[in-house]
């Protein structure tokens, strides 16, 4: 019998917890975390709205429309009419923002070091191939789910 959904759940929960801990002193969520690393990881030429956010985070739209207006009254970002799209806005970073990848840009390879530290590269490599699988077969269920609702 497979358990180890469990494990991944209590695994991401312990990591999110952590995040969470880490970042109260910048008055950040992980899931802001999320979204600003998002918006500083992409071409400052690229219009960014909050469907792309929705999208490439995999969340759902009032997920991110709070945690757009949390990071918009801490002064991280701004949203402005879209020059692309008028029906949308986009979503811009501030000074602040862009000030903040200092803090979070160490951040992600000092945590994964230290979550890994007792790992051999053969089984981070194994363990990133094997996350991968399970992603590509949950997005397959997914599809075939969506094919059945139409």
């Not at 802001?32 to 995999?58: A, H, Y």
């Amino acid at each position: 019998m497979l358990t180890f959904m469990a494990d991944m759940k209590r695994t991401v929960n312990a990591f999110i917890r952590e995040r969470n801990q880490r970042m109260s002193k910048y008055d950040l969520t992980s899931s802001q975390v999320d979204v600003l690393i998002f918006l500083l990881r992409r071409p400052k030429t690229q219009e960014v709205n909050q469907f792309m956010i929705q999208e490439g985070l995999g969340l759902s739209c009032p997920t991110v429309n709070g945690i757009l207006n949390r990071l918009e009254k801490k002064g991280f970002i701004r949203s402005e009419q879209s020059q692309i799209d008028m029906r949308r806005k986009k979503i811009v970073l501030t000074k602040k923002g862009y000030q903040s990848d200092s803090i979070l840009h160490p951040f992600g390879p000092e945590w994964e070091k230290a979550a890994t530290q007792d790992f051999s590269e053969e089984e981070i490599v194994t363990l990133t191939e094997l996350m991968k699988k399970i992603e590509r077969n949950v997005k397959k269920m997914e599809d075939s789910s969506q094919s059945k609702k139409q």
